[in-house]
């Protein structure tokens, strides 16, 4: 009898702690099913990275992601005129890409910015490779052609701050503005980088 | 008498509501210093096109950075932004140290020691 309540009560316990667990965990992020279908996936990256990656919606408030209002620099002040009040009128999505290729680590960072309009992401895209081709750390600007499939593309190399190189690819695909940034030592990534622009350009 | 005694009552009202009377009442403590880790290493911000890494730490007004470590702070001195002590604070509030990627995050795999949030320990200010 003894024996049969202490299994009893082990029993109750371990389902208490499972329902406890089943209740508190967080479901995991889903991205709306149109940005979903755009954003990079983990099956696309190249064999024998480390991916880890964090995904959510943010803001044009938050400085995590690159057209946000905290980095006035990513276009000119020029520039930003011509576009008109709607630059930060988006919904955004950021996909952070930590990445490891056996020797380095860097970023991969994939960020899709839904405007009201087909008109405004491709005005948003145009200025930013305007902006992209008057900076000075341009050092390359990579052969694509303007329009594959469904979307209109450019893509080009930086000098970083800090020595490294970021490759920046700019497309639009009606309302939706697609940025991907890779950073990361030179050269280490570009291959990556290649791979992972002839995904998106095919969306 | 009645008067006089209405017009000292005013005197002294007035003087306790002026800004020099309330200046002079003992600052109420509204915060306090505190040894914190950082609870998250990632992308902090932008400029152009380019990411730059912080450590996040709860609070506000970082000093007295540290890291915990393999190698401790002499670690950090290999960094393209020197030892650790020299890291720059970012945000705001001052709750984000930027974390170099040269000789530092870039040569780490992820997950390594340089990743961890709980390897970076500074004195945050808690209001």
């Known amino acids: 009898m003894k024996r049969l309540l202490l299994i009893a009560t082990g029993a109750a316990v371990l389902l208490s702690i499972l329902f406890v667990r089943l209740a508190t965990a967080r479901p995991s992020f889903q991205a709306p099913p149109e940005i979903a279908k755009i954003a990079l996936h983990p099956q696309e990256f190249p064999e024998g990275w480390t991916v880890r990656t964090r ?11 690159p057209l946000s209002r905290v980095n006035p620099s990513l276009i000119s002040e020029t520039f930003q005129k011509e576009i008109g009040d709607f630059l930060y009128s988006y919904t955004a999505y950021y996909q952070e890409n930590y990445i490891w290729n056996g020797r380095y680590s860097g970023l991969a960072g994939n960020y899709i910015y839904q405007y009201a309009s087909e008109e405004q992401a491709q005005k948003v895209g145009e200025a930013l490779v305007n902006a992209a081709r008057q900076a000075p750390n341009l050092f390359k600007e990579y052969d694509l052609p303007a329009k ?41 990534f570009q291959r990556g980088f290649e791979q992972l622009v002839g995904y998106l350009v095919h969306r | 008498m009645y008067r006089v005694t209405r017009l000292l009552m005013v005197i002294a009202l007035l ?51 540290h890291y915990l470590g393999p190698g401790g702070d002499d670690a950090t ?49 808690i209001g």
Request: charged share 15%; proline share 9%; hydrophobic share 40%.
């Open chain 2, 15 to 65: 003087i306790m509501a002026s800004p020099q009377f309330i200046a002079a009442s003992p600052p109420q403590p509204t915060g306090f210093w505190a040894s914190l880790r950082a609870y998250d290493v990632r992308v902090a911000y932008w400029t152009g096109v380019e990411p730059h890494y912080g450590a996040f730490f709860q609070g506000a007004y970082g000093r007295d950075q």
């Open chain 1, 148 to 188: 594959n499939g469904s979307v209109w593309g450019w893509a080009g190399k930086f000098r970083g701050e800090e020595g490294g190189d970021v490759d920046l690819f700019v497309g639009t695909k009606g309302p939706f503005l697609i940025l991907l940034i890779v950073d990361g030592p030179p050269g280490e």
């Open chain 1, 55 to 65: 995904e959510g919606m943010t803001q044009p408030d938050d400085a995590r992601h």
């Open chain 2, 77 to 125: 001195c290999a960094s393209s932004s020197g030892c650790i002590r020299f890291w720059n604070w970012w945000g705001t509030y001052y709750s984000v140290l930027l974390v170099p990627k040269w000789g530092w995050l870039w040569t780490e795999p992820l997950g390594g020691p340089k990743w961890q949030p709980s390897n970076y320990q500074a004195m945050i200010w």
